[in-house]
């Protein structure tokens, strides 16, 4: 018996160009994971309500230093609890400008040893 070879949907959900229903590659599927997390409002999914972060709540608040430093814990946090076991962080350093913030995330994926370095963005709607 031959082993199953796993396979990630994409994210956003979509249809291929065969009108199947698009897979990513492990390392786009870890990037899709850890954008789910970043934003993310604790209480918008149903079943986890203490999922997510949201970064997206903070796009209009004060841009101090206090906050990005608590951010920047908050982040930390939920990234080790949600996806500890898929990354580990090497660096984070979070933006927040006028409308946006962006996350400068720094992380190694656990399964094969490869360091990313992704730039994750979220607009206010």
Known sequence: MSP??????????????RGRTAHA?????????????????????????????????????????ELVSTLELSVQAALQRWLGDLVEVVNLD???GDDAVRVHLSYVVRATGAVREDVFEGRAA
């Open 94 to 96: 979070i933006e927040s």
């Open 25 to 65: 590659r492990p390392a786009e599927h870890v990037h899709d994971l850890v954008e789910q997390l970043l934003f993310t409002s604790p209480g918008e999914r149903v079943m986890r309500p203490d999922f997510g972060c949201g970064l997206l709540d903070l796009v209009f608040a004060p841009n101090t230093p």
């Open 4 to 17: 199953r070879t796993r396979t990630d949907m994409a994210f956003p959900f979509h249809a291929d160009r």
